[in-house]
């Protein structure tokens, strides 16, 4: 705490001394106000009103510069006044404010009596000139009437640069909270997750997740934002901030319900498809509907606010192929094609929010919810596995946030915000639909690969508490935005492994004739800890004439540790009481971070703004670093022994009686069964490690620079159009480094592209640069700088052009083009750690992924080193159109690259430019180029139509919405492995179906 406390106190400093870059939650109201000589007005008092304001005004003054300007204000509708002795009063009404917004109002005063109110009229601004920051606003409006499944996270993918890492078609799939964005190739896991600006990632991953599945009747808007970051903000990736509803002075609701049946959906399964070896849709309709319902306002007119929403939603989707089984006890496994096999999830969600207050000048705002999910056959359509092989995965997540803000003056801001969150999780098997010891499958002549009767593996309990604290002051004035502050966010994560259910063992079998038994005795209650993330900060921006200019700095700070841990004894380790110490500071952290910005006003007029910015960020993490560094992690808690059960003569009853009969406690061959292959089974063996040099100390953590340049324009009233230029240069590579083994411990080898497959580039010629270890070594594999070896490089540059428009008379049309290319090279390093061509399985933390990684061991030539894709180019677009009685047509659009191809090829024995048999007997090598092959453009239409019904005081929207309207087959997922089905599809994008709704909005 002693390190928080300095760092906290260097951030005072920081700010004592006017250190730069502005960031803004919330949305901001600022200009000039001047008379009619042109010359500036100082003390001119300057007031927003708005219904979405509970204290009803806020109110500023113009500095000595004729400035002025109003933070941290909620979207909605303003009236801006303007008044001083002296000068007849001005009035503009009307103006739409957004979060993450500056909307600039100047103001021209006329001589003449206070009480003579000048009132003008004018369209609300759509170009932002003080920010340089890319960010597109979803309103509540534009989740009403867009087809969508209600994810923010999927309408956040509409904007051109963003790309979601599940393409889903409807809510289909559900709501995917596992799934990321990202955009101008920035990590996906460098994303962060807010709720009225407070971080909500749990502690999976880069905490930039929360299993939460949101309303789409809560937000108000959600505010995402891809460049141009400020001081505030941690990171470089995609900034998804949603501003929940609050309520207000007038009771207020909606009632939500949409569904589909499989009759509903369509089918593409094209020729095309079956004679690419695709028998049948990866995923299809069994369930889908969601049912939301949401009320707000006031317990007390402007003093006590509440808004609540309730859901329940549930998908169910069938997988091609897999049944439920006649016995669940057999041995041989027999369908039952009555009933197919499905996936999907239900979900209870409540949450309510309370805004309070306390005083003109002091405001509270608190929101909580609760929700249970369940995932009943988890994994099912991820892995080849049975119904009754899945387990039961159920979520009992809880998150709030409470924010505190007092408007000292009309220049002192402060703010204090808590989030915090709970999201355990159970993955368990269902004793009621299991039939004895698992079998894996592994297929052969007679049957198909498939695990059955039981899950393998164990059952999981995980706790994942999470904290985030954040506290804030801005200094305000009509010419500089000044705030310094921090934020910090703490939590853990406590693994309770077992499989009591399932007695820890099973069966694999070839053909259904027993090959392996497998024994396995996990962990229980081992924890890895995030300390502290923590992000003090200072900023400001700064309004000369026509030119903002923000800038910032930012001190991240990082500490990871995991704690004290008891090996407890097992059904298959009756001794095992290992006692593992804790290990601190993996990592240990600290980073400076500079922002700079500038946003010019061409012309002068507000219509066009040219703008710039440079930014340095660090990757996200939670406890990622300190679960690789467990010490728990090198426990041998599983091993394999052949088992053959035609030992025993014939007429022994031992013979084929599919048991395993042998002592399988006893490590030595005995009975029918073969020695332990993992000889330490319950002991430690030292894994991957990191050299200690890369988890401590000044600017080590793996980070990124992005770069911007670009422009916006007002092309007409309510219409803007937007171009920009965007580089991201990485930095802090780390390489694995198996020190057992030097450059002379290969051998380089050459061999020849095979024939039999026209569509493989360069059949038939010859392919070097590829290595073969000489001897099998027991690794000693440390993750290192990469710095050290040699210079590695990873660059992405772009284009942006988007258009904006929002006419009168319900006319929304958004969208535009994000064209992009991807390099990443590390040449320099490979002749000293030539295994850096070998893809590790799986990729450790901090193994910064290249153009294409390969996958599943597969070795890259050392030609294909340096890997750069051509301009790629996404294409998105939305609109709405309201006609006349009461009909709206609207829809989005989708066009994203296909998936990059690969051809892993293996070669078994040997190949004669190696002069020797491969040392591992085979080797796995992918004999495509990275970056220039790819699948199936996905290009996806939705639609929706519209008839707009008034009852009452309120008005129902009766939708009809067909997604995949077009009916597209592409290919989202192939296989890559070279052979007779290379190429085959895995997963299609679903197919066409008809989702009816209807809200009722009062």
Avoid at 72 to 82: A, D, K, M, Q, V
Avoid at 102 to 126: H, L, N
Avoid at 349 to 354: H, K, M, S, Y
Wanted: glycine letters at 10%; aromatic letters at 10%; proline letters at 6%.
């Amino acid at each position: 705490m002693r390190h928080i406390a300095r760092a906290v106190f260097l951030a005072v400093a920081l700010a004592a001394v006017g250190l730069p870059a502005g960031a803004q939650t919330l949305g901001t109201i600022a200009g000039v106000v001047k008379d009619p000589s042109a010359a500036v007005l100082p003390g001119v008092t300057v007031e927003a009103a708005s219904p979405a304001l509970i204290e009803r005004v806020r109110t500023a003054a113009t500095d000595g510069t004729g400035l002025y300007r109003i933070v941290n204000l909620p979207p909605g509708l303003y009236t801006i006044t303007f008044t001083l002795p002296g000068f007849n009063q001005v009035r503009r009404e009307g103006v739409q404010v957004a979060a993450g917004f500056t909307a600039t109002i100047d103001a021209d005063m006329r001589v003449g009596a206070v009480e003579e109110t000048v009132t003008v009229t004018g369209e609300s601004p759509i170009v932002d000139l003080q920010s340089a920051a890319q960010t597109r606003s979803v309103s509540a409006e534009i989740f009403k009437q867009l087809p969508s499944s209600g994810s923010w996270l999927q309408m956040a993918a509409l904007m051109p640069a963003v790309r979601a890492s599940i393409q889903d078609v409807g809510g289909i799939l559900g709501d995917q909270t596992g799934a990321q964005v990202s955009a101008h190739g920035s990590r996906a896991e460098d994303g962060v997750s807010m709720l009225d600006g407070l971080r909500i990632g749990n502690m999976y991953q880069s905490s930039n997740l929360t299993n939460m599945s949101l309303s789409p009747l809560l937000f108000e808007q959600v505010d995402v934002q891809l460049a141009g970051q400020s001081g505030e903000t941690g990171t470089n990736g995609v900034i998804m901030n949603a501003i929940p509803k609050s309520g207000g002075n007038t009771f207020s609701g909606s009632a939500l319900a949409n569904g589909s049946a499989p009759s509903l959906q369509g089918n593409n399964v094209t020729d095309r498809l079956q004679a690419r070896g695709l028998s049948g849709a990866s995923t299809t309709l069994k369930t889908l509907y969601d049912l939301n319902v949401a009320v707000g306002g006031p317990i007390k007119r402007d003093r006590l606010w509440f808004f609540a929403t309730s859901r329940y939603f549930t998908n169910e989707f069938y997988v091609a192929g897999r049944f439920f089984p006649v016995d669940v006890g057999a041995v041989r496994r027999e369908d039952d094609r009555s009933r197919q096999a499905f996936g999907g999830t239900y979900t209870y969600d409540n949450n309510g929010r309370v805004t309070w207050a306390l005083s003109s000048k002091q405001k509270l705002s608190s929101w909580y919810a609760y929700q249970y999910k369940v995932d009943p056959n988890w994994l099912i359509q991820t892995f080849v596995q049975a119904p009754e092989a899945s387990r039961i995965t159920t979520w009992h997540t809880q998150l709030s946030t409470t924010k505190w803000t007092y408007t000292a003056t009309d220049r002192l801001l402060f703010e204090v915000g808590v989030a915090a969150g709970a999201s355990p999780d159970t993955i368990k098997v269902d004793p009621n639909r299991i039939g004895g010891i698992a079998i894996v499958e592994q297929g052969g002549a007679v049957a198909a690969p498939l695990t059955y009767r039981s899950p393998t593996g164990f059952d999981f309990d995980d706790r994942l508490p999470s904290q985030t604290f954040k506290v804030s002051t801005s200094y305000v004035t009509g010419s500089h935005n000044a705030k310094f502050g921090f934020e910090v966010q703490r939590g853990h994560f406590e693994r309770n492994d077992n499989n009591d259910s399932t007695g820890g063992i099973w069966y694999t079998t070839r053909d259904y004739v027993p090959q392996f038994v497998t024994i396995q005795a996990p962990l229980q209650g081992w924890q890895n800890k995030l300390n502290y993330n923590l992000g003090i900060f200072a900023q400001d921006r700064w309004t000369v004439n026509r030119m903002t200019v923000s800038g910032g700095l930012r001190l991240d700070l990082q500490k990871e540790s995991t704690e004290p841990f008891t090996a407890a004894p097992h059904r298959w380790l009756p001794n095992r009481r290992d006692q593992l110490a804790a290990v601190e500071n993996v990592p240990n952290w600290k980073d400076i971070d500079p922002r700079v910005s500038a946003a010019y006003d061409l012309f002068g007029n507000g219509k066009t703004a040219l703008k710039a910015s440079v930014s340095r960020s660090v990757e996200q993490d939670s406890i990622r670093y300190a679960s690789a560094s467990n010490p728990a992690t090198t426990l041998q808690t599983q091993t394999q022994r052949t088992w053959n059960d035609t030992t025993y003569p014939v007429g022994d009853p031992r013979r084929n009686n599919f048991v395993p009969d042998c002592d399988l406690l006893v490590s030595a061959a005995n009975g029918e069964c073969g020695p332990w292959q993992t000889p330490s089974f319950g002991s430690s063996v030292p894994g991957t490690v990191y050299d200690r040099a890369i988890l401590n100390g000044w600017g080590v953590r793996p980070s990124n620079w992005e770069f911007s340049v670009g422009a916006q324009h007002e092309l007409l009233p309510r219409v803007s159009a937007s171009v920009g230029y965007f580089r991201r240069i990485g930095g802090n590579f780390s390489v694995v480094d198996n020190e057992t083994l030097g450059r002379g411990d290969f051998t380089e080898y050459s061999v020849v592209y095979p024939s039999t497959d026209t569509r493989l580039p360069n059949a038939g010629q010859t392919l070097g640069g590829i290595f073969d270890p000489n001897a099998i070594v027991a690794p000693r594999n440390v993750i290192k700088a990469a710095s050290q070896f040699g210079k590695q490089l990873a660059h992405w540059d772009g284009f942006d052009v988007s258009i904006d428009a929002r006419l009168q008379g319900g006319f929304l049309v958004q969208g535009g083009v994000s064209l992009g290319k991807s390099m990443t090279d590390n040449c320099d390093i490979i002749n000293d750690v030539p295994e850096a061509l070998q893809a590790a399985v799986p990729a450790p933390a901090g193994i910064q992924p290249l153009v294409t990684a390969a996958a599943n061991g597969a070795w890259t030539p050392k030609g294909y080193c340096h890997q750069e894709t051509p301009f790629l180019a996404q294409y998105k677009g939305l609109a709405a159109y309201t006609l006349p009685y009461g009909v709206r047509l609207s829809g989005t659009f989708q066009s994203i690259p296909g998936p990059q191809i690969a051809a892993n090829a293996v070669y078994v024995g040997s190949v004669p430019s190696l002069g020797r048999p491969f040392t591992l007997a085979q080797a796995n090598i992918n004999l495509v180029k990275p970056g220039t092959l790819f699948g199936d453009r996905l290009n996806q239409f939705d639609l929706r139509f519209t008839k707009i019904v008034s009852v009452g005081r309120g008005r129902v929207d009766l939708n009809v919405d067909l997604y995949n309207a077009f009916n597209s087959d592409a290919i989202l997922v192939q296989n890559n492995t070279f052979g007779a089905a290379w190429q085959r599809p895995i997963t299609v994008i679903q197919p066409r179906f008809v989702k009816l709704s209807a809200r009722w909005d009062f």
